[in-house]
């Protein structure tokens, strides 16, 4: 998954959408301010809600697709939707880890998703993004006996 998003970071497709995003015009000014990096998460992160839809694997199977590929279907599940949100944060320059959790009464790391550090050049905290779930950033389900941290 570190490949998928590091591989697909310089991806210029893929880099059209964060880009146009957080550099979109209100009128003459920014419709994000500059430096507003919550109001940039928040934009890359509403956009992945937007375009893709949850979806669960191939039956049998744990399928891994490159994020412009995600973006091109436009369906995916836990991992393929965090691979896309961390390619398209690293674009524009946001530091990111992946974070596994197990559920209560899971055996295995059942869900992996997003955590974005702020402020970008020297995070002091770390932002969950969830994207398979209607919640908004900062969002983290509340039935976690285990999670690790892992750098794209």
Not at 64 to 90: E, F, K, N, V, W
Not at 138 to 147: I, L, N, Q
């Amino acid at each position: 998954l570190r490949r998928l998003a590091r591989t697909g970071a310089p991806d210029p497709n893929l880099r059209l959408m964060p880009g146009r995003l957080v550099s979109a015009k209100c009128g003459r000014g920014w419709c994000i301010p500059e430096r507003d990096y919550a109001g940039e998460v928040r934009a890359v992160f509403n956009a992945v809600r937007r375009h893709v839809r949850y979806a669960r694997d191939t039956e049998g199977a744990d399928l891994y697709q490159a994020p412009m590929r995600t973006l091109q279907i436009g369906a995916a599940d836990c991992d393929d939707m965090s691979s896309l949100l961390a390619a398209m944060l690293i674009t524009i320059g946001y530091p990111v880890r992946y974070r596994v959790i197990r559920s209560h009464g899971a055996r295995d790391w059942n869900h992996i998703y997003v955590v974005v550090g702020l402020p970008p050049g020297e995070p002091t905290r770390w932002v969950p993004l969830d994207a398979t779930v209607p919640m908004p950033p900062g969002w983290e389900a509340p039935d976690v006996a285990a999670r690790k941290d892992f750098a794209v």
